[in-house]
């Protein structure tokens, strides 16, 4: 095994580097609005409307015309590919109005799951192909950086080493194109909701995912510093019978993550795999406050946990649209408090807020 490897061009390292600490600024997280036409179109059902292109762009419209204030706590913004070339009413492309609020535009490369042949029905996430010609354009229309999720899910007999395995080496060579051409990546190993699986089972699942995940990136000589991690919280499956305080949640995944992620990486941006509103919010807060070592920015990349009460409120009515995003400004300054360890359970009430967002086996 050669130990000769070169890194990144200096002012790329300086780049990279740059970004991915304004993402995990204090107090601020990310906001991400990625669901494929697919996943947006039963959305738009559950509020009477159409899966058109048109109303796909009404609602996203909705989330980056809020005001001003969205930047307070939103640092950056995680685009689907038909939204990187959407426009507003008035014609102004959505990245140049979250370019104006300072916000940072990423976009989602992985192109879901198929099936993982010979494996224990487990699945690997595809778009790999082409991905260098894909990263070179959203970077010329304004992205910063990607995010790529494989998922993992627990059962008697998985995940399997297979997989595993399998999560490290597709995130890996991800993270490597993705800085070859700019962009900052963010790796998200996706330990699912999904199971009744004890709290214990999804910490020792979590720790081995990220241990082989770090191993697989330092391989392929991605430089960590101008990379975020997407990790799941460590709570027990859904079906488990005992729900785990936010002390316990905060813990065990503290104590994962000290196990498995380098301290170079500069932050990491929880995903919220179904958790109410409220729930992420106050697992973030005991996160940050939890008396453990803490060498990265941990804070929030919610696309449910933000967008549920918007949902509920917008109904697909324009006279609606102001109560909207006034629904998501609270949710967003919730969570960048959150991040800070300063929020207090119950202080932002949301119409959805206590509404579980899991879904079986679910996809963006």
């Given at each position: ?212 995940l770090y191993k697989a990136l330092n391989d392929h000589h991605v430089f960590l510093e101008g990379t975020l991690l997407k990790p799941n919280m460590v709570t027990p499956g859904q079906g488990y ?33 179904g958790q109410s509103e409220e729930e992420a919010t106050l697992n973030l807060n005991a996160i940050n406050t939890v008396p453990l070592k803490k060498p990265w920015a941990l804070t929030f990349s ?63």
């Amino acid at each position: 095994m050669s130990t000769t490897f070169s890194y990144p061009d200096p002012r790329l390292q300086e780049e990279l580097k740059r970004t991915a600490e304004a993402i995990v600024a204090p107090g601020k997280g990310i906001l991400a609005v990625d669901e494929t036409n697919e996943g947006i179109g039963k959305l738009l059902a559950a509020v009477g409307l159409q899966n058109t292109e048109n109303n796909r762009r009404r609602y996203r419209q909705l989330l980056f015309t809020a005001d001003d204030a969205l930047s307070e706590n939103v640092s950056a913004v995680i685009l689907f590919d038909e939204t990187v070339y959407q426009k507003t009413d008035n014609g102004q492309s959505f990245i140049e109005v979250l370019r104006k609020k300072n916000i940072i535009p990423g976009i989602k490369l992985d192109r879901d799951v198929v099936p993982l042949f010979l494996s224990e029905d487990e699945v690997t996430t595809q778009g790999l192909d082409d991905l260098g010609k894909r990263c070179a354009e959203y970077r010329r229309q304004g992205c910063r950086f990607a995010k790529w999720r494989c998922p993992l899910k627990i059962g008697e007999r998985t995940p399997s080493v297979q997989a595993v395995q399998d999560m490290a080496q597709v995130l890996a060579r991800y993270a490597s194109i993705c800085q070859s051409e700019g962009l900052v990546p963010i790796v998200e190993p996706d330990v699912l909701l999904d199971g009744n699986h004890d709290i214990v089972r999804a910490q020792q699942v979590t720790e081995v995912a990220l241990a082989t995940l770090y191993k697989a990136l330092n391989d392929h000589h991605v430089f960590l510093e101008g990379t975020l991690l997407k990790p799941n919280m460590v709570t027990p499956g859904q079906g488990y019978p005992r729900k785990s305080t936010p002390e316990e949640i905060a813990i065990r995944t503290v104590t994962a993550l000290l196990r498995g992620v380098p301290a170079a990486v500069p932050g990491i941006t929880f995903l919220s795999g179904g958790q109410s509103e409220e729930e992420a919010t106050l697992n973030l807060n005991a996160i940050n406050t939890v008396p453990l070592k803490k060498p990265w920015a941990l804070t929030f990349s919610y696309g449910r946990a933000l967008q549920a009460s918007v949902w509920k409120i917008w109904a697909g009515k324009d006279e609606n649209v102001r109560k909207a995003q006034a629904e998501l400004l609270k949710r967003t300054k919730a969570n960048g408090l959150a991040a800070q360890g300063r929020y207090v359970a119950g202080s932002v009430t949301s119409i959805a807020g206590d509404k579980s967002n899991y879904s079986a086996n679910h996809k963006y």
